[in-house]
């Protein structure tokens, strides 16, 4: 059988370990059967066992060309070698919540599989499709083009897309999508409307949910840390510690700040 490989990308410092430990720790919680957790990394500091640290793909980024705006370093996991890994992967951005029944993301066909976040986070059910690369998969080394692309042509392509997961989607000729409650969104389907959020926490998952999804701000983080008092963006007023996400931290060996 196949190696199933969940992969996931930390660099710099805007994500502690703590981030990938408990992303692993839901992911082992969350599929049946065996499985590698792969985090491609410029700093393994940190990272529990059962994590395979191995360095970020090199795609020719100078060092001020990782923090532009997108998460170009992310295209590194398109590389042909990929450090000789094969098989199916499924990439899961650091500030995902995983819940449950990730297995069948590795059994959806597709060659390659995202979030329309049109649909799936109520943008205009009827508008484009519009590609978010937060969780995807696709086998190993079949979309080298992608990274090969981006090395060759780097200054044009980065003129050219705000976003590597713009890029992505434009240079893709092939792309599908998760059913639409398979991923959901914390700020369209959790966060409570402005003013109410004062006086409520944000609603938990629902049951069943399989991976709820952070995008922008807040992130996960922000909704356990006591360094922040409102952790929304104004005019929203969400504040304090959030019970459910507390939980979920903890329960996967997270530490509260």
């Not at 792969?38 to 940190?46: H, Q, S």
């Not at 532009?68 to 990439?91: N, V």
């Not at 060759?152 to 998760?178: C, G, H, M």
């Not at 006591?226 to 952790?231: E, I, L």
Request: glycine share 8%; proline share 8%; hydrophobic share 40%.
């Amino acid at each position: 059988m196949p190696d199933r490989i969940i992969l996931s990308l930390k660099y710099g410092t805007r994500y502690p370990a703590d981030y990938v430990n408990v992303l692993f720790n839901a992911c082992r919680k969350a599929m049946r059967g065996p499985f590698r957790f792969v985090c491609l990394t410029d700093d393994a500091t940190g990272l529990v066992k059962g994590v395979e640290a191995l360095p970020i793909p090199d795609v020719g980024l100078t060092p001020q060309e990782w923090y532009r705006g997108g998460i170009w370093p992310k295209l590194g996991i398109y590389d042909r070698a990929l450090h000789g890994l094969s098989g199916r992967c499924l990439f899961i951005d650091l500030d995902m919540v995983v819940l449950g029944d990730l297995d069948s993301f590795f059994d959806q066909p597709g060659s390659f599989i995202g979030i329309n976040e049109t649909s799936a986070w109520g943008r205009d059910p009827t508008g484009k499709p519009k590609l978010c690369s937060a969780i995807i998969a696709f086998d190993a080394g079949s979309l080298s083009d992608l990274a090969e692309g981006f090395r060759a042509n780097k200054a044009d392509i980065l003129s050219r897309f705000r976003t590597e997961q713009d890029y992505t989607a434009a240079t893709l000729p092939d792309i599908s999508y998760w059913p639409d409650d398979w991923v959901i969104s914390f700020k369209r389907r959790l966060r409570r409307p402005i003013g109410v959020d004062l006086l409520l926490q944000p609603k938990a998952p629902p049951a069943g949910t399989k991976v709820l999804a952070f995008h922008g701000t807040p992130r996960p983080i922000d909704l356990i840390s006591r360094d922040k008092w409102f952790w929304d963006r104004f005019p929203h007023l969400a504040h304090g510690r959030v019970d459910w996400m507390a939980r979920y931290w903890l329960d996967n060996g997270g530490t509260l700040p």
